[in-house]
């Protein structure tokens, strides 16, 4: 994993992903604007061991998803800060739009990759916030909005978007969405605990939940609520596959 190590003021971590620095603009710099939005964060999973593999075939189905990526992202109102390395960095107008298109994003890869071997695909975990952001006139942003962004999307299995209580208070409203508590959770170098939940539209076929050992699927086996992307929303990625005998993304 290469971490959010972009212009936003990221830096790696050995824990995850990587999470903007704080103290880095002056209070009265008026090239920058303070704002409430929401925040995609994004991250292939098992991208270093892949790239082992066969770089030709990884770095083919990078640009693929990519493409989904911004795609999606632009469909929804929302923009691409930076996707450096194997990450993805956006900002939306609206909750609500993060989530269609973090959704549309999971279901659009994982139609794309349908056909390939589950240890030979490439798989984003998406964390989503609602928080406060710096933003610079060059459109950067900073923030611990960005970093709550980037440790959910760290919590998530591979297919899967999580999302906190902030976006889950301003969307919950939204038909056919339905949610999966996943508790309190301590976020490294946040002051509090965050609670998170996986998020799926109802009655559709989820990317995670037939996957064997995750806890996607273990909550199905115990009739647990399964959340599976809208099927209405697909966008193909011609391409999106990493090289045949990859070990298991994780």
């Not at 909005?145 to 208070?169: F, T």
Request: aromatic residues 4%; proline residues 6%; neutral net charge.
């Amino acid at each position: 994993m290469t971490g959010f190590d972009r212009a936003a003021g990221h830096a790696d971590t050995a824990q995850g992903p990587c999470v903007a620095q704080q103290g880095l603009l002056p209070v009265n710099d008026t090239s920058v604007k303070h704002r409430l939005t929401a925040i995609l964060a994004a991250d292939a999973a098992g991208f270093s061991r892949l790239m082992a593999v066969d770089e030709g075939a990884t770095v083919t189905a990078l640009d693929a998803a990519r493409r989904v990526f911004r795609d999606q992202i632009e469909a929804h109102q929302g923009r691409v800060i930076d996707m450096a390395g194997d990450s993805v960095l956006a900002v939306f107008e609206t909750a609500s739009g993060a989530i269609t298109a973090s959704l549309a994003i999971q279901q659009g890869l994982h139609a794309a990759a349908r056909a390939e071997p589950q240890d030979s695909t490439m798989r984003f975990r998406i964390g989503v916030h609602l928080g406060d952001v710096i933003e610079k006139h060059d459109g950067t942003v900073y923030g611990d909005g960005v970093n709550v962004a980037a440790r959910l999307q760290a919590l998530a299995e591979p297919g899967e978007v999580i999302v906190s209580d902030a976006v889950r208070g301003v969307v919950r409203g939204l038909a056919g969405l339905v949610f999966q508590d996943r508790g309190e959770r301590p976020l490294k170098n946040i002051a509090n605990p965050v609670r998170c939940f996986a998020i799926g539209w109802a009655h559709a076929p989820s990317p995670v939940a037939s996957e064997p050992g995750t806890p996607a699927a273990a909550a199905a086996a115990a009739g647990a609520a399964v959340l599976r992307p809208r099927p209405d929303i697909r966008r193909a990625a011609s391409g999106l596959r990493a090289a045949p005998g990859a070990l298991p993304a994780g």
